[in-house]
């Protein structure tokens, strides 16, 4: 910050979400000097990275260090993070709102999409985001032991032993979509205990698939392999794992003119697909573990009355709207586990505005659209504003878009700093909250390090709040 920016007034900024979005936003508010700001990043969770730690899949170590450095920025003397409070339940947006001047959310997308078929709420057939935070260690699906035995709610769910269980009695596996969180939940079922030791995974869920036998993963795409969602570098990855066969038809590397003009234009379409062809050209070898590429191949029912036996599929063609069409041709797969990986999807939060029908904050440049006007004091970044697409990385430039908004806001007088320094930290105390800082955090980090080396690994990820909370320090409490 200048000197001059030192003098002034800061506008004080409360970011909600402190995953990769959230946490550029408060970069790109601390990186200028123009507007002093103070910035208060929140989150629900009791620590911070969001999708960072709770998405990226665990055996990535080059993207999930993207935590250091979103941590400097949460280290600096302009930022303060708030862990554990939750915007909606424990403050209401809108005396969020009366205690800083901006709020910026950055709440990402917390829900997936649906594939509105027979059977998809039969046991075994799970959204992707579920299967994601149950091998990523997200305290939503390890509840605490307290939680379950319902001392002050109805009793709960224990998702994640449930998880834990489907796994260990799978051998094949159907993962629909073509997309990187389709990859990476293939790679992680396929994935032996060796490949899998080097990550920060939970004790019980590195345990649960060191054990499992899953030893055949289908991957459904509706369209063919000129339109996957797939980064190269992830689809290469797969290529590379050893004792590994991968299926591809040669008849579904048979391109129409749609496809071929695909190819010709998109170069990440043109790459995916020659890395497939390497594949198709490969012997089988008779490895113990396969993953089947099915193209041009949508699920129309899973099927099974008490757990998931297969799942019906039909074979789509391109209509000539440019949509998938079913061709009436059906056949069935067996399969003891069906993961729907079509794709997140972002969710209301009380008080603040949505769109239902695309799941987002509706806003033009990251100003917010309240009552039919821009909102004077709201802004929004990330999947929550521009839908869940990209990569990490790509969060960075959102955030900057976002902040250029509120700071051509502030040039143009439109947003004046209202001298509301600490008046969140009353809020919060007011209401009894304690908010876990950056230095809780680093304690839970040390914990989870020193756990680790009790494992012989780097570093053991603690997947219940209540250990989250013991380890910040913090006495454990029942609102989790
Ligand atoms: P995604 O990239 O949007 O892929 C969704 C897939 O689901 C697509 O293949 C889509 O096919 C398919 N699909 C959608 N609705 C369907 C339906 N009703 N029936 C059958 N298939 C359907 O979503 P994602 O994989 O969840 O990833 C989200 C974002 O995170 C992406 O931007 C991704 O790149 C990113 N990510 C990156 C990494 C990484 O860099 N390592 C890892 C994980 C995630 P259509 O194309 O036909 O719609």
Not at 167 to 178: C, F, I, P, Q
Not at 305 to 326: K, Q
Not at 360 to 375: L, N, T, Y
Not at 442 to 459: F, K, M
Request: proline letters at 5%; glycine letters at 10%; hydrophobic letters at 40%.
């Amino acid at each position: 910050m200048s000197e001059d920016a030192e003098d002034r007034t800061p506008l004080v900024v409360a970011v909600i979400g402190a995953g990769p979005s959230g946490i550029y936003a408060a970069e790109a508010l601390t990186a200028q000097s123009e507007v002093a700001v103070e910035v208060a990043v929140l989150d629900r969770l009791p620590v911070p990275f969001g999708l960072v730690r709770y998405g990226v899949a665990p055996d990535h170590h080059s993207i999930r260090s993207i935590r250091n450095t979103l941590e400097r920025t949460l280290e600096r003397s302009d930022v303060t993070f708030y862990g554990d409070v939750t915007i909606g339940r424990d403050i209401a947006v809108d005396e969020l709102r009366g205690a800083v001047d901006v709020v910026l959310y950055a709440y990402g997308a917390g829900s997936d999409r649906r594939l509105g078929i027979p059977g998809e709420d039969v046991r075994g057939s799970l959204g992707a985001p579920e299967f994601v935070n149950w091998y990523c260690g997200h305290p939503d699906v390890h509840p605490d032991a307290h939680t379950l035995a319902g001392d002050d709610e109805p009793p709960g769910t224990d998702q994640g032993a449930q998880i834990a269980r489907l796994v260990g009695e799978s051998r094949t596996a159907v993962v629909v979509g073509v997309g990187n969180v389709a990859l990476d939940v293939a790679r992680v079922l396929v994935k032996t205990a060796d490949e899998l030791a080097d990550t920060d995974m939970a004790e019980e869920v590195l345990a649960c698939l060191a054990d499992k036998q899953v030893d055949t993963v289908h991957l459904l795409g509706r369209r063919g392999p000129a339109y996957t969602a797939f980064t190269t570098k992830e689809l290469r990855e797969l290529g590379q794992l050893p004792d590994l066969d991968l299926l591809v038809s040669a008849e579904d590397l048979e391109f129409d003119a749609s496809s071929l003009a695909v190819v010709g234009q998109d170069k990440v379409a043109a790459r995916n697909v020659a890395v497939m062809r390497e594949w198709a050209s490969r012997p089988l070898t008779g490895a113990s573990r396969r993953i089947v590429l099915h193209f041009w191949t949508r699920p129309t029912r899973i099927l099974g009355d008490d757990h998931v036996t297969g799942v019906e599929l039909e074979r789509t063609v391109i209509g000539t709207d440019g949509y998938v069409d079913g061709t009436g041709e059906l056949s069935t797969v067996d399969a003891d586990l069906v993961v729907r990986s079509v794709g997140y999807r972002g969710v209301a939060l009380p008080g603040v505005p949505y769109d239902a029908s695309t799941g987002r904050v509706p806003h033009a440049e990251g100003r917010v659209i309240r009552d039919g006007g821009f909102s004077t004091d709201e802004y929004v970044t990330g999947w929550i504003k521009r839908g869940p697409t990209g990569v990490i990385g790509t969060n960075k430039s959102d955030a900057v878009e976002t902040v250029a908004s509120l700071l051509a806001d502030v040039a143009a007088g439109r947003l004046t700093p209202q001298g509301r320094s600490g008046a969140l930290d009353r809020l919060l105390r007011s209401r009894g909250l304690q908010p876990l800082d950056l230095p809780a955090w680093h304690r839970i980090d040390s914990a989870e390090v020193a756990l680790g080396t009790s494992y012989g690994r780097l570093r053991t990820t603690l997947a219940h709040r209540v250990e989250l909370l013991a380890a910040a320090e913090r006495q454990a409490d029942r609102s989790g």
